[in-house]
């Protein structure tokens, strides 16, 4: 802990870091990339969507000998055709899906199972499901999404900005997007669960990145008062800074989640467990990527395309290259350095830097003073 | 500067959190009591942990609308048994349309069954009809009475008894149906319109009888041979009422049996109340009243009815409201009432006058329907699915714990406390929810409040760093404390507002399992605020006195060394120790 203690304090001076934003190149292409092939494999497989949506028969049938593979084969001839789905319970019970059955069909299927499984027709349980009845409910989930998104970019935009409004909805539709298309690549089955889930992943995805928007917007407050930092550098230090809590929260939040889905679902096979977790799981994971490896980054794009980040860049710029110019003088080349963005802050002995833990030390008071009077 | 200013505002965050603490831990106590008081001590489950009943339900064409059953109509059906069925939307009742005719409902176990089935049951057929004349329920006929008080209301009763599949069901209730008592008066809730004189409405503007006399002779005989006395009977007449045609004058039986009714052409239909509710008058302290909302249409319509009713004597300036050819309610009219609005009032239990109101309001079918088929449905995903899940959860709990003690040490006794706290809160509430709105758990709830816990652990670790970042500043951890909480603060309430605002919207575009769900992603988010606010910040500020943190022990989580705090150096910068002679 110590180390990582050490690590966090670190990170917040600014003393190490990772170059989020000078290497958003790469993680964008990395993003386009999997959601490249989550479309893809969308288009390809399909989703595999639960009789919830297709609409069919749920039977329960009680204790038996007769093995999930063999039930299945019993049910889909007991079915005339029908697609059947055979799940085993605890204790030796099945849970038999079958799709497209209607209410009249569906008497009979039960006679026919009870009598292939050997098992009471009492004790089969039939529940039908209506075709009209997962679309119902995911249409006014999406109708819901869509209301939620409107508000969430009016709310973001006045209380952080437009820009950052832009980003983090396009952060949600990178999770969203990612989440669905594991579920067409791994050919579980959509339930009403599954959409469940995914709009557990909207909440928190969002939530993700508004903490870091807001220590990004903590820290971009005064930035055209300045000339030492640029936006991008002001954006990768607050990533930075907030690295720590990133990690941390996602850990947590992932690993009650990836308990459901390993060890829950993974001892008792499919089931609806398995389909809201694996939507969790990869939208947590994806949630928690997208806030630190694309909004922000999008974020600092969008801001440095704006005429006074422009200039505020170019202000650095040229201070810089004065700096540079003059040698190393006591002040200016210090204030260029240890962002952990700038390339420049590398080798010792290059004339723009200072030594490092003095220029450490120096760069965090002043960042401190000018900080924390806001 | 913002460094005294802050200083200013402190102590009240800081001045009592003994006080804030004590609150909450009497809030928890209080609702852990009420817990085992009203006994309830596990959540109601949904029907795909705990299993439940399943109905099958038949449309039938309606007498007189053949072509009633369509996609169009039966959606609608199915959307006003859900709201009847699963009104708060959190009972994770299901209601589906199956095939071109059937409704399938599914309610949890738990839930009263054959209340359900009544609501879903009853075809609900409403209409307001005038009293001709009336009497007790039995078969001989008895000269014309006033009404006499019906007997006080029963928790149980749902008051649409008499429906045409009401044969099958036990009347256990029945003799109790207590619930639209008589001789209650209709006051108008708009005082200030002035009478109108009533203008003749359209066609179904009802011939209000002045006696026996106007009563055709067919009708009487019927009348008099109409014994309301069993639930048969009752159910038969019912039947035949429901089956006249809404300009007939018909026989009905009160649904309770304890009267019966000759009753003019229905002066308005069901279809024409736009609302009806149940509210507590405690101004006028009426107890327990009904308030309808008209149509437009309807509105005139009720002015008509009531302006030609008020001028009547008893038992003609009654009317009836009829649910499928039973009488659930026959309030007395003083006056006429305009407005399109009216309350009805007059010894109501909360249950019955919820009962009525949510007749009137959803009472208007567009289809009748016939219970084809019961049955007991077992838990979908099986109590081992629920096992597993809890099990699976623990698992990451305890994952969560480790991780947490291994990185904050003492601080981890602040986030697993806050957490056990909100544990303790989230479960209680959802348990008292049971009873109280019918809230009911199902597995994708189950795991929104294990994925809820990342959440509600983030409020902790915001907090925690920006208080190792106050402290990396070079405070000590008291200061630290009260200087990191405006902004995690700030960032708590952002992000929860949120998440907050994803379940609100979602609870109200939303139906079934999703809106649910969505209830329980609000609860949660509001008790991390209330958790935060009033449990993880007065603990810390509490903590922040004891030697073992302040003093950063090894073992705290707040070491200055391991925080990586380089103490020389920075007493030489002249803006720190400006701070923190300030602070100090």
Avoid at chain 1, 142 to 160: E, N, P, R
Avoid at chain 1, 315 to 331: D, H, Y
Avoid at chain 2, 40 to 60: E, M, N, V, W, Y
């Amino acid at each position: 802990m110590s180390k990582l203690g050490n690590l966090g304090a670190r990170l917040y001076r600014g003393e190490v870091g990772y170059d989020f934003i000078g290497k958003r190149k790469i993680w964008y292409g990395i993003s386009i990339l999997i959601t490249i092939t989550a479309i893809v494999g969308l288009a390809v497989r399909g989703l595999n969507m639960g009789i919830e949506f297709s609409g069919g028969a749920v039977f329960t049938t009680p204790k038996t000998a007769v093995s999930a593979t063999e039930a299945q084969h019993k049910a889909e001839a007991a079915a005339g055709g029908h697609q059947a789905m055979v799940q085993k319970l605890g204790g030796g019970a099945l849970r038999i899906q079958i799709s497209g059955l209607d209410t009249k069909q569906a008497v009979p299927v039960q006679e026919e199972l009870a009598k292939d499984l050997n098992v009471p027709v009492k004790q089969v349980n039939t529940q039908l499901v209506g075709p009209s009845w997962g679309e119902q409910i995911a249409n006014k989930a999406w109708l819901g999404l869509g209301i939620f998104m409107v508000l969430v970019v009016i709310y973001l935009a006045i209380s952080f900005e437009w820009r950052m409004a832009i980003a983090a909805l396009i952060a949600l539709i990178h999770d969203l997007t990612i989440t669905v298309g594991v579920y067409a690549l791994v050919g579980f089955e959509v339930t009403p669960g599954t959409v469940i889930g995914l709009l557990t992943i909207l909440g928190y995805s969002l939530y993700d990145t508004v903490v870091v928007f807001d220590s990004l917007k903590e820290a971009g407050k005064d930035i055209t008062k300045q000339t030492r930092f640029t936006y991008s550098e002001i954006a990768n230090r607050s990533i930075n800074g907030t690295l720590v809590r990133s990690i941390n929260t996602t850990i947590v939040a992932l690993l009650p989640v990836a308990g459901l889905l390993f060890v829950g679902g993974g001892v008792l096979g499919a089931g609806m467990l398995n389909d809201i977790s694996l939507a969790l799981f990869v939208g947590l994971a994806a949630g928690a990527y997208s806030s630190i490896f694309i909004a922000t980054p999008l974020v600092s794009d969008l801001k440095n395309s704006e005429p006074q980040m422009k200039a505020l860049a170019k202000r650095v710029r040229a201070k810089r290259a004065a700096a540079a110019a003059k040698g190393a003088s006591e002040e200016d080349p210090q204030d260029g350095v240890a962002v952990g963005t700038s390339g420049a802050a590398e080798g010792d002995d290059a004339a723009v830097v200072g030594p490092p833990a003095q220029s450490a030390t120096r760069d965090r008071g002043r960042g401190r003073t000018s900080g924390k009077r806001r | 500067m913002a460094a005294p200013k802050k200083g200013r505002r402190s102590p009240a965050s800081q001045g009592k959190p003994g006080r804030t603490l004590v609150l909450i831990l009497i809030a928890m106590v209080a609702l852990v009591g009420g817990m085992f008081y009203s006994g309830t001590l596990t959540p109601r489950l949904g029907i795909d942990l705990a299993g439940g009943t399943s109905f099958t339900l038949a449309a039938q064409n309606q007498p007189g609308k053949p072509n009633a059953i369509n996609e169009t109509n039966m959606n609608t059906a199915a959307g006003i048994m859900e709201r009847r069925v699963n009104g708060l939307g959190v009972s994770e009742a299901e209601v589906q349309t199956q095939g071109s005719n059937h409704i399938i409902v599914n309610i949890p176990k738990g839930t009263d069954a054959k209340q359900a089935r009544q609501q879903v049951g009853t075809t609900a057929q409403l209409g307001f009809r005038p009293v001709l004349t009336t009497t007790a329920g039995t078969k001989a006929p008895e000269p014309t009475t006033p009404p006499s008080a019906g007997g006080k209301g029963d928790k149980n009763d749902k008051g649409d008894q008499g429906n045409k599949d009401g044969k099958g069901k036990d009347g256990k209730d029945d003799g109790k149906q207590g619930a639209t008592p008589q001789g209650r008066a209709v006051t108008d809730s708009l005082k200030k319109a002035p009478p109108a004189s009533p203008t003749p409405s359209p066609s179904a503007t009802p011939p209000v009888g002045g006696g026996d006399a106007d009563i055709p002779a067919a009708l009487q005989k019927q009348f008099a041979a109409l014994d309301c006395s069993t639930k048969e009977s009752r159910a038969a007449a019912g039947e035949h009422a429901a089956g006249s045609k809404p300009s007939d004058p018909v026989v009905a039986c009160k649904d309770d049996g304890t009267q019966k009714y000759v009753l003019g052409p229905v002066g308005v239909e069901g279809t024409d109340v736009k609302d009806a509710k149940a509210v507590f008058d405690a101004q006028q302290g009426q107890g327990w009243i009904v308030q309808m909302d008209f149509t437009s249409d309807g509105g005139k319509k009720f002015a008509d009815i009531t302006g030609k009713l008020a001028t009547k004597t008893q038992p003609q300036n009654q009317f009836a409201i009829v649910l499928d050819g039973a009488v659930v309610s026959d309030p007395r009219v003083s006056q006429q009432l305009n407005g399109g609005n009216a309350t009805i009032s007059g010894g109501f239990t909360q249950q019955s006058a919820q009962d009525l109101g949510n007749m009137l309001s959803y009472g208007a079918l567009p289809l009748s329907f016939k219970i084809d088929d019961e049955t007991t449905v077992t838990a979908a995903l099986g109590g081992e699915q629920l096992h597993a899940g809890l099990v699976a959860g623990a698992i990451g709990l305890a994952l969560v714990v480790i991780y947490l003690v291994a990185y904050y040490r003492g601080l981890a006794l602040v986030a697993l406390a806050s957490l056990g706290v909100s544990a303790v809160l989230t479960y209680t509430i959802m348990t008292l929810l049971g009873p109280a709105i019918g809230f009911a758990l199902n597995l994708p709830a189950v795991c929104g409040a294990i994925a809820a816990i990342g959440i509600t652990a983030d409020s902790f670790i915001v907090y925690f760093e920006r208080i190792r970042d106050e402290i990396r500043d070079g405070r000590t951890l008291r200061p630290a404390v009260e200087r990191g909480w405006p902004r995690a603060r700030r960032t708590i309430m952002v992000s929860d507002f949120v998440s907050f605002l994803a379940a609100a919207v979602l609870f109200i575009v939303t139906v079934g399992k999703v809106q649910g769900f969505a209830f329980t992603l609000g609860l949660t988010t509001v008790l991390d605020v209330v958790v935060v606010f009033l449990f993880t910040k007065p603990l810390m500020t509490l903590l922040a006195r004891r030697k073992f943190f302040a003093e950063g022990h090894p073992w705290s989580g707040l070491d200055p060394k391991r925080l990586g705090v380089k103490p020389p150096l920075r007493r030489g910068r002249r803006s720190i120790v400006t701070t923190e002679t300030k602070e100090a």
